[in-house]
C-alpha cells in the first residue's frame, strides 16, 4: 500500500530532505520506495542460479520466486531494465537471453518454467558464459554506456568445482557489477573472490533457501534510483526533470535559465542595477543577521551578474545608514557574495525612511555607480516598524521609476511594507513571521525586468523570428516526447 502524500512528506522532513546537510542514500531509497517513488536506471542484469544436485526441487521452486519477487520491483523494457537468465550446473544453458522478453509478465511467466540441471557445480564455467554470451550483443545486451549498468546475481549453495577468482575477476573489469548469493553450506570465500567490491554490498548469506526471500528488499533498493523531482529533494525554481539517481533543472516557457543551473528569469538579458536595503538594527539580532546575509546571496545566485547585465549594491542601516559597497564594483558572483558574508553587524535603531532617502538620492545617483538608462530595483528588506517617516521617500522611489520589493519579518508593519512596494503590491511585498522561512520568500521574488524594443527595428523582426522557430523546435520535441511515452505505454499493455 503506497503511503498518502503528507505521510511521505513526514518522511522526507525526518530525513531532513531539505537541510543543509546531505541526506542518506539508505534513507532516501526507503522513503521512495515506500511512497511508490523508485525509478530503475537503465540496466542489463542476469541472474546466473546455480541448480547443481546439491538444491532440491522444492529449492529450486523458492530460488525461482525469489528471482521473480526482484523482477517484479524493476522497470522492465528495452530502454529500461533487460533481464536474463542463466542456469548452471556441470554445464550451463541460457534460460532467458536479455532480449527475450519486453514485459514484466512475460519474465515471471518464463522463470517459472526454468528446470534444474542437476548435475555439478561449474560456477567458473558460468560466470565465463555470462562474460562471452549472456552479456553479448548478440543476446541483447547494450553497448557499454555509463549510463547503463551490467549486473550479475550468482545464487550458488556450494563449493565451486572450477576456478572462479581469474574468471570474475576478468567480469569486473570488463564493468559487470558481480552480487555474490550463498544459502547453506556454501564456501563464503568462494563468494568473496566473486562479488565487486565494497563486499559488504555485494556478498550476502542465507542459512537455507527457505528464507532466501528476505534478500528481495535489499535487491529492490539497489535497483531503485529515487525520483528526486517526485520526493522534492531538489531546488529547481520551475521546472525539475527527473535522470536516473539526479535531476536536472529546467525553465517554463518565456523563461530562461540563470548560470546557477536552478533559477529562471523572464529576461535575463536585460541589464539591472539592483540595491538590497538591509535592516542592521538590534531587533534582528546576530544569528538572524546571518540568515539574512544567505537570504540576499540566494537572490544574487538568481541575477546573471556581469559587467555589462546585472550591477548590484548593498547598504545597511539602523539608526544610520552606511554604504556597504556601490553598484558596480564586483562584477562576478563569487566576489559579489563574499563581499555580502562580510558585512558586519550595525545594531541600533531602525530609521528606513533614512534609508529610502540615501537609496533614491545616492545609490541610484551616477556618483553612486548607478548606469543611466538602466532598469533600478531595490530591495528593501526590515523586521520592525520605522522610527521615522517613510511616506515621501517611498513615493519619491516610485515616482522616480525604481522598481520597489519590500520584505518583513517578525516585527515589520505591513502597512509600511505595502507603502514601500511597487505595483502590484501582491508581486512586490512579502511577508513572514520567522527568519528561517526566508527561504520561500527568496523562492518566490522574481527580478524581471525587460529591455524595451522597438518592434520597427529590423532587429526586432529578426529576434521575434527566431523566438518563433525556437518555439515551434521545442514544440516539436514536446510532441516526440508524448510519441515516445505513448509507445512505451503500448509496450507495457503488449
Known amino acids: 500500500m503506497i503511503p498518502s502524500p503528507p505521510l511521505f512528506l513526514l518522511l522526507l522532513g525526518l530525513m531532513g530532505a531539505h537541510a543543509t546537510a546531505p541526506v542518506s542514500v539508505d534513507l532516501r531509497t526507503a522513503a521512495a520506495m515506500a511512497a511508490g517513488l523508485c525509478n530503475t536506471r537503465p540496466t542489463d542484469l ?14 529450486f521452486e523458492q530460488v525461482k520466486v525469489f528471482l521473480a519477487k526482484v523482477i517484479e520491483g524493476l522497470d522492465v ?33 518464463a522463470v517459472t518454467k526454468i528446470e534444474p540441471l542437476s548435475t555439478g557445480t ?33 545464487v550458488t549453495d556450494g563449493r565451486p568445482q572450477d576456478n572462479v577468482k581469474d574468471v570474475a575477476a576478468r567480469a569486473r573489469d570488463a564493468g559487470i557489477e558481480l552480487y555474490a548469493i550463498g544459502v547453506g553450506r556454501v564456501d563464503l570465500n568462494t563468494l568473496k573472490q ?30 531503485c534510483v529515487a525520483d528526486l523531482c517526485a520526493t522534492g529533494d531538489h531546488d529547481c525554481q520551475q521546472v525539475c526533470i527527473s535522470a536516473p539517481g539526479s535531476f536536472k533543472c529546467a525553465c517554463k516557457e518565456g523563461f530562461s535559465l540563470l548560470e546557477d543551473g536552478k533559477s529562471c528569469s523572464a529576461c535575463s538579458n536585460a541589464a539591472t542595477d539592483v540595491v538590497f536595503l538591509i535592516d542592521g538594527s538590534k531587533s534582528v539580532r546576530p544569528e538572524n543577521f546571518e540568515l539574512v546575509k544567505k537570504w540576499i546571496n540566494q537572490i544574487v545566485d538568481k541575477l546573471d551578474v556581469s559587467e555589462t547585465k546585472a550591477h548590484v549594491g548593498l547598504v545597511q542601516y539602523s539608526s544610520s545608514v552606511k554604504q556597504e559597497f556601490p553598484l558596480g564594483r564586483y562584477n562576478n558572483k563569487k566576489d559579489l557574495k563574499d563581499a555580502v558574508k ?9 530609521m528606513t525612511g ?35 517617516y517613510i511616506g515621501d521617500a517611498a513615493k519619491k522611489a516610485k515616482e522616480q521609476g525604481f522598481r520597489m520589493y519590500a520584505v518583513g519579518v517578525g516585527n515589520a508593519v505591513e502597512d509600511e511594507l505595502r507603502e514601500i512596494a511597487s505595483q502590484p503590491t501582491g508581486e512586490h511585498y512579502f511577508y513572514t513571521a ?57 509496450n507495457k499493455i503488449v
Open 46 to 59: 542476469v541472474f546466473i542460479v546455480d541448480s547443481s544436485r546439491s538444491v532440491r526441487p522444492s529449492e
Open 77 to 109: 523494457g528495452p530502454d529500461a531494465t533487460r533481464v536474463g537468465v542463466v542456469n548452471y550446473a556441470s554445464r550451463v544453458k541460457n534460460e532467458l537471453s536479455l532480449k527475450t522478453h519486453k514485459t514484466k509478465a512475460g519474465l515471471v511467466k
Open 122 to 154: 561449474m560456477t567458473g564455467l558460468a560466470i565465463q558464459f555470462a562474460l562471452n554470451v549472456a552479456f553479448s550483443e548478440a543476446e541483447g545486451a547494450r553497448v557499454k554506456s555509463p549510463d547503463i549498468s551490467k549486473v550479475a546475481i550468482i
Open 194 to 223: 566473486i562479488a565487486s567490491e565494497q563486499l559488504d554490498d555485494h556478498v550476502d548469506y542465507v542459512e537455507s533457501y527457505s528464507v532466501i526471500e528476505k534478500l528481495t528488499k535489499k535487491f529492490q533498493e539497489a535497483f
Open 342 to 350: 562580510k558585512m558586519a553587524y550595525m545594531e541600533r535603531g531602525t
Open 354 to 388: 533614512q534609508a529610502l532617502r540615501y537609496l533614491t538620492d545616492s545609490s541610484f545617483a551616477p556618483a553612486g555607480g548607478a548606469r543611466p538608462g538602466v532598469a533600478k530595483v531595490g530591495i528593501v528588506f526590515t523586521d520592525g516598524r520605522s522610527q521615522d
Open 434 to 490: 520567522d527568519f528561517k522561512a526566508m527561504t520561500a520568500i527568496a523562492k518566490k521574488l522574481q527580478i524581471n525586468i525587460c529591455q524595451e524594443e522597438d518592434p520597427c527595428e529590423c532587429d526586432s523582426v529578426v529576434k521575434f523570428q527566431k523566438k518563433v522557430e525556437e518555439a515551434l523546435q521545442a514544440l516539436t520535441k514536446k510532441l516526440e516526447g508524448v510519441s515516445k511515452r505513448i509507445a512505451a505505454l503500448e
